[in-house]
């Protein structure tokens, strides 16, 4: 109130009180590192390097690091311990190297990297699931979507693995679907090995029932078009399937899927070079023909269909390429009658691999 110059029950401090330390909790972090070396202790500092030759030349020891000085007895060693200890890092390190800095030793060499190859595949479908555990692949584990509607399939498949031992996993249909890449699975899918790609040169056997029919693929990189092949060539008694190893399609969950599981039976063989392979068909005494809309001979008037044949089709795109169509005896065309550019690439394989088997019929009930 008005007249009071003080304030009853104030609580007033008279001064600062006495200043207080840590504690000791921050003893190491005030701890010195010890006296700085010397120059020439340093052993990047100019002064070492100008002290070393002398000291080789009079027969002292004169390393770097070591903590001894230069031309002096031992009085110094113990004071510039934690200074050599400072700087060990540095030795022997290049450029940008220094007190703190960690040391990366030189690598001999940098390790190969490790193959991209996948070490296992998932097929997909019920037929693909069914037809591959029939082949006697090598599965590891089969996947089946809860609440499936079960049928023939998924029943036979459910028998044969447990017949032979393959883990049985129920997942939910989204985890089914991650592993099969959003592959249409039906909900069932079987891993299994990695493909094992045959030898082109497999193909080229004489005790090989009946005449032998190879396709070749040039340039076609849909998976689907692989599997429709593969599935083409079981149907029409072909003997197999070459794939070059660069810019063409491999064996994959979608070619799986699409062979129907002909691929457990059709094997498929993987060449570096396709044009040396169609060559060395050639001097095995193969047919070497090319399937093109341009070509020489309509495919109902080609007679070599009762030779040893390797049918070459190209991507609908582009077509044969240039080394291919040269290589190639001849180069045939499928007769159509409407408007229409081309044939998809398994859609004319399945039409070609179906002429030549028929010819090959009505020659043998001519014999």
Request: glycine share 14%.
């Amino acid at each position: 109130m008005a007249g009071n110059s003080q304030r009853r029950g104030a609580v007033r401090k008279s001064g600062k009180g006495a200043t207080v330390g840590s504690g000791g909790q921050r003893r190491k972090g005030l701890e010195g590192r010890g006296p700085t070396p010397k120059a020439v202790d340093r052993e990047h500092h100019p002064a070492h390097k100008r002290a070393t030759p002398a000291a080789r030349a009079a027969g002292k020891p004169g390393s770097a690091g070591s903590g001894g000085s230069v031309g002096s007895g031992g009085s110094g060693a113990s004071s510039r311990g934690a200074g050599s200890t400072r700087y060990a890092g540095a030795k022997g390190s290049g450029r940008g190297a220094g007190p703190g800095r960690p040391v990366r030793s030189a690598r001999p060499g940098r390790s190969a990297k490790p193959s991209s190859r996948p070490s296992s595949e998932i097929v997909a479908g019920r037929n693909s699931v069914v037809e591959a555990l029939r082949a006697d692949i090598p599965a590891t584990t089969m996947y089946i979507a809860t609440r499936i509607d079960s049928d023939d399939r998924v029943r036979e498949a459910l028998k044969e693995a447990t017949q032979r031992g393959i883990p049985v996993l129920e997942c939910p249909r989204g985890e089914l679907d991650r592993l099969t890449d959003g592959a249409v699975h039906q909900g069932l899918a079987l891993q299994v090995p990695a493909y094992e790609y045959a030898d082109p040169a497999d193909f080229v056997d004489p005790e090989a029932p009946g005449v032998p029919l190879v396709v070749a693929m040039d340039g076609i990189t849909d998976p689907r078009n692989l599997g429709a092949i593969i599935r083409s060539v079981a149907a029409f008694g072909g003997h197999g399937v070459v794939v070059p190893e660069r810019r063409s399609v491999g064996m994959t969950a979608s070619a799986w899927k699409t062979s129907a599981g002909a691929a457990a039976r059709v094997p498929v063989a993987k060449a570096a070079n396709l044009t040396r392979a169609l060559t060395a068909y050639q001097k095995a005494g193969f047919f070497v023909v090319g399937l093109d809309m341009h070509g020489d001979v309509e495919l109902p008037e080609l007679d070599l269909a009762g030779e040893p044949l390797v049918i070459v089709v190209g991507s609908e795109g582009k077509g044969l390429s240039r080394l291919v169509r040269e290589t190639c005896d001849r180069i045939v065309s499928i007769p159509m009658v409407s408007s229409v550019e081309s044939l998809n690439a398994g859609l004319a394989t399945g039409v070609a691999l179906y002429e030549v088997a028929r010819s090959r019929r009505i020659a043998s009930r001519g014999r």
